[in-house]
């Protein structure tokens, strides 16, 4: 049972590319969610879904896209990179339950944008 | 609006002493409470969480959280600290309805001495 995994774990872009993290589960978990977080600000949260097909923003999305045509994945696209969005960038999922909340985590993705 | 707060970014102890993390939240409507740990290079995992009941929470690694509704706290606790513990902590709030986004502190650095 692999959990929550993330790909690529360190990525160095120039600014204005563009690229694609990668984000899959296989504990069928409806709900998914992309955080970045930066030092001292602990975990923001980027964009959510609740099932395939549903997206949502979260507290800091601009600068990133996201899509959910399968239950499995996941995937932030970030569409023109800016040295701002130098940070580590976690997925999580969590079961349908409303009332667990409880998050499960990938190891994370490091990003430089230079 | 939620909100939490982690008043120290370090905490240090020596090992065998008891331990406190302190967190205060701001929510409106019932809380949903949460810690987890992130050690180097990883991803967060869940600790424990308060939902509803009783207001002392029982976790993983023999950690524990107090629950006061009056001061608005949810401490994390541990009797008898190991050097193992030595970690980042984060607190976790959010409100009983509506989307499940977590808000998160910014973390407190746990320091166990040898």
């Known amino acids: 049972n692999a959990g929550v995994t993330q790909t690529p774990k360190f990525q160095v872009l120039k600014t204005g590319q563009s690229m694609t993290l990668q984000c899959a589960q296989d504990m069928n978990h409806e709900y998914m969610s992309w955080y970045r977080q930066d030092p001292g600000m602990g975990l923001r949260l980027i964009h959510y879904s609740v099932g395939a097909g549903i997206t949502d923003q979260g507290e800091v999305p601009n600068g990133y896209n996201v899509s959910r045509s399968t239950t499995e994945d996941f995937p932030l696209r970030l569409l023109s990179a800016a040295p701002s969005q130098t940070s580590v960038y976690f997925c999580?999922?969590?079961?349908?339950?409303?009332?667990?909340?409880?998050?499960?985590f990938g190891e994370g993705s490091r990003l430089t944008v230079l | 609006a939620q909100s939490v707060a982690q008043p120290e970014d370090q905490v240090n102890v020596a090992e065998g002493n008891p331990l406190t993390v302190k967190c205060t939240y701001s929510v409106s409507g019932n809380p949903y409470l949460f810690w987890y740990v992130q050690y180097p290079n990883r991803g967060l995992q869940f600790l424990l969480k308060?939902?509803?009941?009783?207001?002392l929470v029982k976790g993983s690694y023999g950690f524990e959280a107090e629950f006061n509704k009056s001061q608005t706290s949810f401490h994390l606790k541990k009797p008898s600290a190991l050097v193992s513990d030595s970690a980042l902590y984060f607190c976790a709030v959010r409100v009983d309805t509506g989307r499940r986004a977590l808000t998160f502190g910014s973390g407190t650095r746990l320091q166990v001495q040898p």
């Open positions: 308060y939902i509803t009941g009783d207001n």
């Open positions: 999580a999922s969590s079961p349908s339950s409303v009332n667990t909340g409880e998050l499960f």
